[in-house]
């Protein structure tokens, strides 16, 4: 998958996490973007810094849909048709500790 600057037309970062396979689904808020895809897991990657920060595993078949919830103890649920997981995750700084963007 590849993040764009649509304004600029730039190709800000490649998240290479399911090893090629294809990416169904993409699931984001605030801190997280999860990618779903046809190797059957569901990985976690920092919206602010493009990094991978967990793999789930566990899923059968492709994971087509999935929703993502984060909450201030820095949980993340992944709801998907076939599995829930609840996983820790780190926290990021908030956004006044990085700066506006």
Known sequence: MRVWDLDRQD???????HGGEEVYCLCLNHTIVASGAADSRVCLWSRHTYTLLH?????????RSMRVRTNVHGFVLVHTLSRLQCHSCPREPSATARGSR
Do not use: M, R, T
């Open 11 to 17: 190709n800000l970062a490649v998240l290479d996490g």
């Open 55 to 63: 793999v789930l595993e566990g899923h059968v078949g492709v994971v």
